[in-house]
């Protein structure tokens, strides 16, 4: 099913038992970050584990997604899986005009074109009248799902959550391995190759990318109706930031690993945050060791003891 | 009071002088950024944070050994620049033979290290450093009030710039340097100790930063984050000139800091999006930068 | 601006920082009050630790009346979404009852529907703004020690009678600092000035504010309005001198506590007019208060938003004990409502009364800052110019159009 080898489908049932079975044990609202976050880091891990582009601007998709739909919501009192997908859908046109920019280079340049654009964003975002700048759009309602599902109640957010998140998981996985995630894999290994085939790259490039800003559209989307807010702090480059490390800390290019990055990060935050700014310190040491030392990221190494793609 | 198309003329001439000023933290930091990744292929994105430093640095000699400006401008460079020194040779050196993208990794990494800490320690609310007492006061222009340390401030940023310019281009070190650039395994073959001169250019570039962040600790207060308010619209900037040239992100630097100052005046608002506006301009136009080479 | 998101925070910074009262018997209830403030950025002198050192003088002050009371405390750094994170996990995992100073407007508004919807109690010292009794009100909430509105009347209306009708505002973009601008410029329009211009700045982050003060200068106008608080007071007051504006213009710091008088010193500071409703050198009652706060609070001596995070407990405490700490836990709109109802009596602010709307009605004082010449001792810095009453010194109750109050 959807491309998944035997070992892939048993770690996917556990990921749902685990989705399912947690709720019950936790703090749901903390578990729903942990989905948002995993599946913006699953939509930025789109990028760089299988067209070999690191985006360092991601936080712009899904902080405007979050934004609209946030505003969609307040304002226009809709549907909450519309307000989402309008999220999603904004992402996706944001990513087409500054993606159509910045893949005219690759590399570090690629890197530093995004960063440079999404702070762009940023300052648009500070300035712009319907972000309400620094205060954010506050007091969100949750709303309600197709008029019937009061989403006010943590739970019934919980499983709307829990759905979206899978979806956007297959769906990645879906692209991945289809005969346009085959090229991409083409291009990401020898991109003179593949020009010489006849694959005008750059729209391949092009189309990942967009599909790409459109779940982190959606990630963010979801992430501002559960915490009924979304500010600058989605935007800001630091949420760039930290969706490489949870993508480079679970292991870039895996089916798994920006699921396992985003869970030990959000969790980190969570348990050192009274310590203050440690948490940062921690990001940074995280990057470096994973630079240095442990370039798969943990279900790489996982993955690479057992043999096995995960 | 003398208009110039209907702007008031206090209000632009002093709006372009505190461009200039901007500009010149932009050629400062950006020229450094260049001089790296000519030799070490790495940007260097701890740049922002080590530019932190600097200023943090001389508040610390200031407030724990009663060690004044004019010293800290020579001292804090030297003593962040040993600290690069060090960085280079136990970390990033390891990098070397892997994508550069993980360099710019790592650095992005160490940025966070040395932010948080000092943020820890220090919290954010910054502290504040006194102006040396020569360079207090006012010089009335005519049109405005030019505050003599924002003066001196443009001034040793140029001497600056001028001289690493002028080291690179026109001193034998400078030519073995530019060599090294091009050709690595060549100039080795000539007896060159290459991963020294690599070194030692990290190592100058980072003490740049820190000269920059000697200056800007009496004009921002020496706060943990001043750096990252900086190193993104540098990226933009480093960007726009393309990493070619020397000459052409001191050049660079210096212009798009006016170019901020003229948009203060005519638009407010976009002031902080103008520099990435000309980066789009020069990604549709010049991919390469303005002063890039063909690859 | 601060970097790193720290959501979801202070779990357990909540369970096991400052336990303040342990439980001495199983089955005595435990009324646990959450100071929610900034204590890294800007704001980290004007509230910060001391507000939480003065929110636990009250408690000690208070006694034991039957139930334990337990002060936890977070920084929320300026940022709604972390607040609104902090604030929903002490409710629904912390068992927090009240909340207590949030500064800083964007925050404070931001908070305002959780309480709500989680109906607790929510004490605000910290925040400025006056929609948070108008049209952001809530039956939860209680505006205790100063506002906008207050400021705008106090320190703009001084400034006007002394002739100064042009202004030019320098703002903290975002909600504090606007509606402080939009409360300031009505006076000064009704009052027969005018505004020339305005410059908004990003809070929280900017430190040179050169160019802002250059376009004030250019601008013509007489007077400098500040609103912005805290470390941006600070770093606008001593670069306007550096730029010389000092001179041509006269600065109104529209908001400014004795923390900020401290940190600029008297050279700098002499002469300006400002407006607290509480100075530690008001009266004997003040002094005595002070005096015995002093020595827990090192770096600071009290300001009113201090003083208001100690009044603010000691009357909820006073309200607990009186409709019994179970009841209390239950309902926040009643304990407010109790709380409206109850007299309120303290050393730091004398008699007052909280309004139905939620504002605590206390006299606003407007001060000059001392020459260092006048200055006697440590923290000697303020002469009394004026003073209003609680009832005239807020907006009239019909203006705010607050929901729940039928006009």
Known sequence: MFGFSRAQSIAFLVMIALIVICPYVLYPVFLMRILCMALFACAFNLMIGYVGLLSFGHAAFFGMGSYIAAWTMKHWHIDAVVAIALGGLTGAALGLVLGYLAIRRSGIYFAMITLALAQMVYFFCLEAPFTGGEDGIQQVPRGNLFGIFDLSNDMTMYWVVAIIFILGFLMVHRIIHSPFGQVLKGIRENEPRAISLGYRTDDYKLIAFVLSCLIAGVAGGTKALVFGIATLTDVHYATSGEVVLMTLLGGLGTVFGPIMGATVLVSMENYLAQFGAWVTVTQGVIFMVCVLAFRRGIIGEIGGYLRLAL | ?295 | MTISRRTLLSAAAASSAFPLVRARAQGTPTIKIGVLNDQSGPYTNTGGVTSVICTKQAVEEFGSKGFNVEVISADHQNKPDLAVSIVRQWFDRDGVDMLLDVPTSSVALAVQGVVKEKNKVYLNSGAASAALTGEQCSPNFIHWTYDTYMLAKSTGGAMVKAGGKNWYFLTADYAFGKQLQSDTSALVNAAGGKVMGSSAYPFPGTTDFSSFLVQAQASGAQVLGLCNAGGDTVNSIKQANEFGLNQSMKIAAMLMFITDVHALGLDVAKGLNLTESFYWDLNDRTRAWTNRVKPKTPNNWPNMIHAGCYSATLHYLKTVADMGAAEAKKDGVATVNRMKAMPVEDDCFGKTKIREDGRNLVPAYLFEVKKPSESKGPWDYYKQVAMTPGDEAFRPLADGHCYFIKS
């Open chain 2, 1 to 295: 009071m003398f208009m110039i198309f209907g702007i008031p003329g206090p209000l632009l001439f002093g709006q372009l002088l505190l461009g200039l000023i901007n500009g010149a933290f932009y050629a400062m930091l950006s020229l450094g950024l260049a001089v790296i990744f000519g030799m070490l292929n790495i940007i260097n994105f701890a740049h922002g944070a080590l530019f932190m430093m600097g200023a943090f640095v001389s508040w610390m000699l200031l407030n724990y050994a009663g060690i004044g400006y004019f010293p800290s401008l020579i001292l804090a460079p030297l003593i962040v620049g040993i600290f690069g020194l060090l960085l280079e040779k136990t970390i990033i050196s390891r990098l070397y033979k892997l994508d550069h993208l993980y360099g710019l990794l790592l650095t992005f990494g160490l940025a966070l290290v040395i932010e948080g800490l000092f943020r820890n320690a220090y919290g954010s609310s910054g502290m504040p450093y006194r102006i040396p007492a020569v360079l207090q006061g006012a010089t009335n222009l005519g049109f405005m009030f030019m505050p003599n340390y924002r003066g001196w401030v443009v001034l040793a940023a140029l001497v600056v710039c001028l001289s690493t310019w002028a080291i690179i281009e026109k001193t034998s070190l400078g030519a073995t340097l530019r060599a090294a650039t091009e050709n690595a395994p060549m100039v080795q073959a000539f007896g060159v100790d290459v991963p020294r001169l690599i070194t030692l250019t990290y190592a100058g570039g980072v003490a740049l930063a820190a000269f920059a962040g000697v200056l800007a600790a009496p004009i921002y207060s020496v706060n943990p984050n001043m750096g990252t308010n900086f190193i993104n619209t540098v990226f933009a900037v480093v960007v726009i000139g393309g990493m070619g040239s020397i000459m052409g992100s001191i050049v660079t630097g210096f212009a798009l800091g006016v170019i901020e100052g003229l948009t203060k005046v005519f638009y407010p608002q976009a002031s902080a999006t103008v520099v990435f506006l000309v980066m789009v301009i020069v990604l549709l136009t010049r991919p390469r930068g303005l002063f890039g080479k063909a690859a």
